[in-house]
C-alpha cells in the first residue's frame, strides 16, 4: 500500500495558469512529499475534480461550485489575437466597436465567454483548440480572444495580440473537493491545506 504521507500532491492546472513559483516554494518547504503536476483543460478541470484524479487544481472559472472549495487568485486581462499584418495591429489596445465586421473565431471549449455585437461567424466548425484558433487567426482568416497567458502561450510568430480594454477578464481559482472520500483523500488533503498556505504566503512557521 502506498505511503500517503509521502504523496505524490497531484496538483492539476489549467493551460496558460502558471503555478511556479508556488510549486518552487513547495519543494522548499516539502522536500519529503512529490508535486505532480497535471496539465489541464478547460474541458476537463471539472472532471478532474469530481473524479479525484487531483487534488487540487488552479482552475478557469465559471466552474460548477458543488462539493468543491475555491479560493479566487488572479484576473487575466483579454486579448485579441490575430494576423501579424492584421490592420488592428495599428492600435496599442482595442474595443468591441473595433471588432465590427471581424470573424470571431472560438474554440470548441473556450476560455472566455463572450458575444461581439456586429461580428461575423466563422464559416467552419470550431477548432479543437486555443492552439488551433490562434494559427487560424494567424492565417488572417479572422480574431480569437483568450486570456493573456494563452496568448503568450501559443504564441506565433505570423501572429500578434492587443488587449481589449472592454472585453470580460478571465479568473484563475484554486479549487479542490469539500470534503474527503477515503483516509487516503483526507491524508492529502493536509497536502491541499499546505499549498493554500503557500498560495496565500503563509510562512512554514504560521499558523492557519
Known sequence: MPDVA????????VE???????????????????????PLTVADQQQALATAS??????RLPLDRTDLHLIPLYDEVPVVVCAADSHLTAADELTLADLVGEVIIAPQHPPLE???AGGEMPRFAPPE???DAIAIAASGVGVVIVPMSLARLHHRKDAA???LADGPTSSIAL??????ATASDAASG?????????????TANSSR
Open 190 to 202: 493536509a497536502f491541499v491545506e499546505t499549498f493554500i498556505g503557500i498560495v496565500r504566503g503563509r
Open 161 to 163: 495580440h492587443r488587449p
Open 114 to 116: 463572450l458575444e461581439v
Open 54 to 59: 487531483v487534488d487540487a487544481a488552479l482552475v
Open 16 to 38: 496558460g495558469a502558471t503555478p511556479g513559483k508556488w510549486i518552487g516554494t513547495w519543494r522548499e518547504r516539502m522536500p519529503h512529499v512529490a508535486l505532480e503536476l497535471v
Open 6 to 13: 509521502r504523496g505524490p500532491f497531484r496538483l492539476g492546472a
Open 175 to 180: 479549487a479542490w473537493p469539500a470534503a474527503p
Open 129 to 131: 483548440s486555443v492552439a
